[in-house]
Protein backbone atom coordinates (compact mmCIF):
# COMPACT_ATOMS: atom_id res chain seq x y z
CA UNK A 1 0.00 0.00 0.00
CA UNK A 2 1.29 3.52 -1.26
CA UNK A 3 0.13 6.80 0.11
CA UNK A 4 -0.93 9.65 -2.40
CA UNK A 5 -0.69 12.86 -1.41
CA UNK A 6 -2.32 16.17 -3.57
CA UNK A 7 -1.73 19.92 -2.67
CA UNK A 8 -4.56 22.61 -2.75
CA UNK A 9 -3.09 25.95 -2.62
CA UNK A 10 -3.87 29.61 -3.33
CA UNK A 11 -1.91 31.34 -6.02
CA UNK A 12 0.07 34.50 -6.32
CA UNK A 13 1.19 36.87 -9.12
CA UNK A 14 5.20 36.08 -8.14
CA UNK A 15 6.48 32.65 -9.37
CA UNK A 16 8.84 32.39 -6.65
CA UNK A 17 6.31 32.48 -4.13
CA UNK A 18 3.74 29.94 -5.65
CA UNK A 19 7.26 27.71 -5.47
CA UNK A 20 8.57 28.28 -1.91
CA UNK A 21 4.71 27.60 -0.29
CA UNK A 22 4.32 24.59 -3.11
CA UNK A 23 8.01 23.10 -1.60
CA UNK A 24 6.87 23.28 1.76
CA UNK A 25 3.63 21.44 1.22
CA UNK A 26 5.52 18.88 -0.72
CA UNK A 27 8.15 18.13 2.42
CA UNK A 28 5.16 18.40 5.16
CA UNK A 29 3.57 15.61 3.22
CA UNK A 30 6.35 13.69 2.21
CA UNK A 31 7.21 14.00 5.85
CA UNK A 32 3.52 12.00 6.60
CA UNK A 33 4.67 9.67 4.57
CA UNK A 34 3.23 10.42 1.25
CA UNK A 35 5.28 8.69 -1.71
CA UNK A 36 3.28 10.10 -4.70
CA UNK A 37 2.69 13.93 -4.92
CA UNK A 38 0.35 15.91 -7.26
CA UNK A 39 0.43 19.52 -7.04
CA UNK A 40 -2.46 21.54 -9.54
CA UNK A 41 -2.68 22.90 -12.92
CA UNK A 42 0.06 26.18 -13.48
CA UNK A 43 1.33 25.06 -9.90
CA UNK A 44 3.67 27.94 -9.70
CA UNK A 45 1.93 31.08 -10.99
CA UNK A 46 -2.03 32.53 -11.42
CA UNK A 47 -5.02 31.03 -13.29
CA UNK A 48 -3.74 33.59 -15.91
CA UNK A 49 -6.62 32.31 -18.94
CA UNK A 50 -9.68 34.32 -17.41
CA UNK A 51 -8.02 37.47 -19.67
CA UNK A 52 -6.27 37.28 -22.62
CA UNK A 53 -3.01 39.39 -22.32
CA UNK A 54 0.52 38.96 -24.26
CA UNK A 55 2.25 39.61 -21.13
CA UNK A 56 0.81 36.33 -19.66
CA UNK A 57 3.48 34.30 -21.95
CA UNK A 58 6.10 35.40 -20.32
CA UNK A 59 5.24 32.77 -17.63
CA UNK A 60 5.85 29.59 -19.88
CA UNK A 61 9.56 27.88 -19.58
CA UNK A 62 10.81 25.16 -21.11
CA UNK A 63 11.41 21.15 -19.59
CA UNK A 64 13.66 21.32 -17.77
CA UNK A 65 14.09 25.04 -16.66
CA UNK A 66 13.96 26.75 -13.71
CA UNK A 67 10.66 25.29 -11.80
CA UNK A 68 11.33 21.72 -13.05
CA UNK A 69 14.91 22.04 -12.14
CA UNK A 70 13.81 22.62 -8.31
CA UNK A 71 11.24 20.05 -8.15
CA UNK A 72 13.62 17.81 -9.92
CA UNK A 73 15.99 18.60 -6.56
CA UNK A 74 12.57 18.44 -4.73
CA UNK A 75 11.55 14.85 -5.34
CA UNK A 76 15.18 13.85 -5.00
CA UNK A 77 15.62 14.98 -1.58
CA UNK A 78 12.65 13.72 -0.59
CA UNK A 79 12.74 10.31 -2.35
CA UNK A 80 9.01 10.99 -3.77
CA UNK A 81 7.09 10.83 -7.52
CA UNK A 82 6.10 14.57 -7.80
CA UNK A 83 3.23 15.73 -10.34
CA UNK A 84 4.45 18.90 -11.28
CA UNK A 85 2.10 21.41 -13.64
CA UNK A 86 3.50 24.04 -15.30
CA UNK A 87 2.89 26.53 -18.67
CA UNK A 88 5.60 25.34 -21.33
CA UNK A 89 7.31 26.68 -23.47
CA UNK A 90 9.22 24.45 -26.18
CA UNK A 91 10.01 27.11 -28.56
CA UNK A 92 8.22 30.66 -29.11
CA UNK A 93 4.93 30.60 -29.81
CA UNK A 94 4.68 26.67 -28.81
CA UNK A 95 3.30 26.48 -25.91
CA UNK A 96 1.61 23.90 -23.60
CA UNK A 97 -0.38 23.29 -20.55
CA UNK A 98 1.91 20.73 -19.34
CA UNK A 99 2.43 18.01 -16.05
CA UNK A 100 5.85 16.80 -15.49
CA UNK A 101 6.13 13.65 -13.81
CA UNK A 102 9.35 13.00 -11.36
CA UNK A 103 10.82 10.65 -10.07
CA UNK A 104 12.52 9.36 -6.55
CA UNK A 105 16.24 10.18 -8.45
CA UNK A 106 15.24 13.26 -9.71
CA UNK A 107 14.33 12.06 -13.21
CA UNK A 108 11.92 13.09 -15.52
CA UNK A 109 9.90 10.08 -15.91
CA UNK A 110 7.80 11.28 -18.63
CA UNK A 111 5.27 14.80 -19.45
CA UNK A 112 1.29 14.73 -20.26
CA UNK A 113 0.08 17.81 -22.25
CA UNK A 114 -3.76 19.31 -21.60
CA UNK A 115 -5.61 17.52 -24.27
CA UNK A 116 -8.68 19.68 -24.70
CA UNK A 117 -7.68 22.88 -24.61
CA UNK A 118 -10.98 24.95 -23.50
CA UNK A 119 -12.36 28.25 -24.86
CA UNK A 120 -15.61 29.30 -22.83
CA UNK A 121 -17.46 31.89 -21.89
CA UNK A 122 -20.78 30.57 -20.74
CA UNK A 123 -20.33 29.94 -17.02
CA UNK A 124 -17.20 30.59 -16.58
CA UNK A 125 -14.31 32.48 -18.62
CA UNK A 126 -11.69 30.43 -19.87
CA UNK A 127 -9.66 31.37 -22.83
CA UNK A 128 -7.05 29.24 -22.53
CA UNK A 129 -6.69 28.80 -26.48
CA UNK A 130 -4.91 32.21 -26.86
CA UNK A 131 -2.07 30.47 -24.36
CA UNK A 132 -2.02 26.82 -25.50
CA UNK A 133 -1.47 24.36 -28.17
CA UNK A 134 -3.55 21.45 -27.79
CA UNK A 135 -1.84 18.44 -26.15
CA UNK A 136 0.61 15.99 -28.69
CA UNK A 137 1.46 13.02 -26.15
CA UNK A 138 -1.93 11.06 -26.27
CA UNK A 139 -2.42 9.35 -23.00
CA UNK A 140 0.51 7.83 -21.71
CA UNK A 141 1.01 5.99 -18.43
CA UNK A 142 3.72 6.65 -16.33
CA UNK A 143 5.48 3.17 -14.25
CA UNK A 144 6.78 4.65 -10.96
CA UNK A 145 8.90 2.98 -8.94
CA UNK A 146 6.39 2.08 -6.54
CA UNK A 147 4.54 -0.16 -8.48
CA UNK A 148 1.36 1.96 -8.89
CA UNK A 149 0.85 3.04 -13.14
CA UNK A 150 -0.29 6.76 -13.30
CA UNK A 151 -2.35 8.27 -15.61
CA UNK A 152 -2.62 12.35 -15.92
CA UNK A 153 -5.92 14.59 -17.22
CA UNK A 154 -5.45 18.14 -16.66
CA UNK A 155 -8.58 20.21 -15.62
CA UNK A 156 -10.82 20.68 -18.81
CA UNK A 157 -10.08 17.29 -20.15
CA UNK A 158 -12.08 15.70 -16.93
CA UNK A 159 -15.22 16.32 -19.01
CA UNK A 160 -14.11 13.76 -21.58
CA UNK A 161 -14.66 9.95 -20.27
CA UNK A 162 -12.98 8.84 -23.76
CA UNK A 163 -9.55 10.49 -22.12
CA UNK A 164 -10.38 8.41 -18.84
CA UNK A 165 -10.72 5.51 -20.67
CA UNK A 166 -8.13 5.55 -22.89
CA UNK A 167 -5.94 5.88 -19.60
CA UNK A 168 -7.64 2.70 -18.31
CA UNK A 169 -6.79 0.81 -21.69
CA UNK A 170 -3.71 1.96 -20.84
CA UNK A 171 -3.00 0.57 -17.60
CA UNK A 172 -3.59 3.36 -15.05
CA UNK A 173 -4.36 1.75 -11.31
CA UNK A 174 -4.52 5.85 -10.57
CA UNK A 175 -5.40 8.75 -12.20
CA UNK A 176 -4.38 12.47 -10.98
CA UNK A 177 -6.25 15.92 -12.12
CA UNK A 178 -4.35 18.57 -11.59
CA UNK A 179 -7.08 21.82 -11.60
CA UNK A 180 -7.72 25.09 -12.18
CA UNK A 181 -12.14 25.34 -11.82
CA UNK A 182 -13.98 28.01 -10.25
CA UNK A 183 -17.46 27.80 -8.52
CA UNK A 184 -19.75 27.88 -11.01
CA UNK A 185 -18.65 24.44 -12.40
CA UNK A 186 -18.35 22.97 -8.56
CA UNK A 187 -21.86 20.74 -9.60
CA UNK A 188 -19.82 18.55 -11.88
CA UNK A 189 -16.59 17.76 -9.98
CA UNK A 190 -17.69 15.29 -7.07
CA UNK A 191 -20.22 13.58 -9.78
CA UNK A 192 -17.51 13.31 -12.73
CA UNK A 193 -14.40 12.02 -10.30
CA UNK A 194 -16.78 9.60 -8.97
CA UNK A 195 -18.09 8.24 -12.48
CA UNK A 196 -14.48 8.40 -14.09
CA UNK A 197 -13.34 5.81 -10.79
CA UNK A 198 -16.55 3.91 -11.29
CA UNK A 199 -16.73 3.27 -14.83
CA UNK A 200 -13.28 2.20 -15.08
CA UNK A 201 -12.02 0.58 -11.37
CA UNK A 202 -9.38 2.76 -10.46
CA UNK A 203 -8.41 5.07 -7.75
CA UNK A 204 -9.00 9.11 -8.65
CA UNK A 205 -7.69 12.33 -7.22
CA UNK A 206 -8.69 15.25 -8.42
CA UNK A 207 -6.75 18.66 -7.08
CA UNK A 208 -7.92 22.27 -7.20
CA UNK A 209 -6.97 25.54 -5.98
CA UNK A 210 -8.41 27.65 -3.80
CA UNK A 211 -9.02 31.00 -3.32
CA UNK A 212 -8.93 34.21 -5.93
CA UNK A 213 -5.37 34.54 -7.69
CA UNK A 214 -6.06 38.40 -8.61
CA UNK A 215 -7.54 40.73 -6.11
CA UNK A 216 -11.32 41.59 -7.29
CA UNK A 217 -11.76 38.67 -9.36
CA UNK A 218 -14.97 36.95 -10.08
CA UNK A 219 -13.04 34.03 -10.15
CA UNK A 220 -13.33 32.25 -6.85
CA UNK A 221 -11.57 29.06 -7.16
CA UNK A 222 -13.54 26.43 -4.91
CA UNK A 223 -10.72 23.73 -3.61
CA UNK A 224 -12.29 20.16 -2.78
CA UNK A 225 -9.67 18.58 -4.06
CA UNK A 226 -10.26 14.85 -3.65
CA UNK A 227 -9.31 11.01 -3.46
CA UNK A 228 -12.15 8.53 -5.17
CA UNK A 229 -11.73 5.01 -4.24
CA UNK A 230 -12.12 2.39 -7.47
CA UNK A 231 -15.56 2.12 -5.87
CA UNK A 232 -16.50 5.31 -6.28
CA UNK A 233 -16.68 6.08 -2.57
CA UNK A 234 -15.09 9.35 -1.66
CA UNK A 235 -11.35 8.61 0.77
CA UNK A 236 -11.03 12.16 1.45
CA UNK A 237 -11.83 15.61 0.74
CA UNK A 238 -10.50 19.51 1.39
CA UNK A 239 -12.17 22.15 2.14
CA UNK A 240 -13.22 25.20 -0.42
CA UNK A 241 -11.21 28.53 1.38
CA UNK A 242 -7.89 27.25 2.45
CA UNK A 243 -4.70 25.80 1.59
CA UNK A 244 -4.58 21.98 2.72
CA UNK A 245 -2.84 18.52 1.73
CA UNK A 246 -5.01 15.33 1.75
CA UNK A 247 -4.39 12.12 1.05
CA UNK A 248 -4.67 8.49 -0.01
CA UNK A 249 -3.51 4.97 0.48
CA UNK A 250 -3.61 3.04 -2.79
CA UNK A 251 -4.23 -0.28 -2.50
CA UNK A 252 -4.10 -1.92 -5.81
CA UNK A 253 -4.99 -5.41 -5.01
CA UNK A 254 -8.69 -3.96 -4.74
CA UNK A 255 -8.43 -3.32 -8.22
CA UNK A 256 -8.88 -6.66 -9.84
CA UNK A 257 -11.38 -8.28 -8.62
CA UNK A 258 -13.75 -5.32 -9.07
CA UNK A 259 -12.99 -5.54 -12.25
CA UNK A 260 -13.41 -9.20 -12.81
CA UNK A 261 -16.79 -8.59 -10.95
CA UNK A 262 -18.71 -6.33 -13.12
CA UNK A 263 -16.66 -7.62 -16.13
CA UNK A 264 -16.27 -3.56 -17.91
CA UNK A 265 -13.31 -4.29 -19.42
CA UNK A 266 -14.87 -7.91 -20.94
CA UNK A 267 -18.00 -6.79 -21.99
CA UNK A 268 -16.97 -3.56 -23.69
CA UNK A 269 -17.66 -3.32 -27.68
CA UNK A 270 -15.00 -1.45 -29.18
CA UNK A 271 -16.44 -2.68 -32.92
CA UNK A 272 -19.38 -1.08 -32.24
CA UNK A 273 -17.82 2.33 -31.17
CA UNK A 274 -16.86 3.59 -34.58
CA UNK A 275 -18.90 6.93 -34.37
CA UNK A 276 -16.91 7.47 -31.29
CA UNK A 277 -14.26 9.22 -33.36
CA UNK A 278 -15.83 10.23 -36.90
Known amino acids: MIKAAMIQMSGHIEKEKNIEKAIGHVKKASANGAKIICLQELFN????????????????????????????????????????????????????NTATIIGPNGEIIGKYRKM???????????????????????????????????????????????????????????ILIPTATAAKTQYLWEIELRAHAIDNIYYVGGVNRVGKDVDGSEYHFYGSSMFVDPKGQIITQA??????????????????PLRNDWGFFRDRRPDAYGDLIK
Open 45 to 96: TIYFCTETKAEYFDFAEPIPGPTIDKMCDLAREEKIVLVAPIYEKVIEGELY
Open 116 to 174: SIPFVTGLIRGFEKFYFRPGNLGFPVFKTPFGINIGILICFDRHFPEAARALALNGADL
Open 239 to 256: GSDDDEIIYADIDLSIIP
